[in-house]
């Protein structure tokens, strides 16, 4: 039996970029969660697996955003409301500092998306939740991520060690700095 959650919505903002909605999670989106977490590039965030542990994964997401006030957000295309993937705040327990994350589903790739949708959760990392510093952390292997990282300014600080192996610890740039930086 399903029933409306209602609770989630309350805490979820709804925000906007350019091309994209940055929306509280659906159940519906769970059918391309399933397909990204199948699919060997979510090795780099903790995939691929199973649909009984993607739903696990994406069940997360929600959490928390009860637990912490903050989360990712679904990132939906806006011109054909598309799911395209997830962006946003991240700190689960034993994480190295607040992070901003994202990931695209597959289709998605190549479009600028995870740039758009990161740099909108950044902005509302400092104006919105009141953080003053944030890192991505990204797999040593993960190279388009990398790029993400520095087009949005982020700095490569240090290797790190993290879930899924070795990880560069990016530091993105302040919140007075951010609304400038266009690159």
Known sequence: MTRPVRA???WVPTLASERLRLRQLREADFEPM???????????YGGP????????KF????GHWLLRGYGPWALEEKASG?????SGLWYPEGWAEPEIT???VPGAYGKGYATEGARRA???AYEDFGWTTAVSVVSVANTASQAVARRLGATLE????????????????PPGVLATHTT
């Open 49 to 56: 697996c199973n649909r009984d542990d993607a739903w696990r």
């Open 158 to 173: 240090r290797e790190i060690s993290y879930r899924h192996g070795p990880a560069h610890l990016y530091r993105h740039v």
């Open 122 to 124: 950044l902005q509302s």
């Open 82 to 86: 598309s799911f395209v993937g997830i």
């Open 102 to 104: 994202w990931a695209l």
């Open 34 to 44: 399933a397909t990204f977490f199948a699919d060997p590039v979510s090795a780099y």
């Open 8 to 10: 989630v919505a309350d």
């Open 59 to 62: 069940a997360v997401y929600s």
